[in-house]
């Protein structure tokens, strides 16, 4: 794993994209799980209805993100989705 791409991440929040969904994740770790990469961490405040998932662990294969966007926190990830439900 890239050193640059952790750094990038750390202490941040991060919505990902895939061909068929977003994900988005705090507390970011990269585990390798049957020799395929997965980005592993938390739902973030926001990311679920009623916050139902919050802190729940969650994971997505790296090889599926298509892209990103990286928040310096979970306060501005979720004022973000805030703004763009309404």
Known sequence: ????LLDIFKG???SFGSDSDTLAIK???FKL???KLFVVGQIPLSATEQDLALKKQCAISWDSV???IVFDSEEE????VEVTET
């Open 66 to 68: 298509n892209d990103y």
């Open 27 to 29: 507390n970011i770790t």
């Open 1 to 4: 794993m890239d050193s640059d």
């Open 77 to 80: 990830y979720s004022k973000w």
């Open 33 to 35: 799980i049957h020799d």
């Open 12 to 14: 941040k929040t991060v």
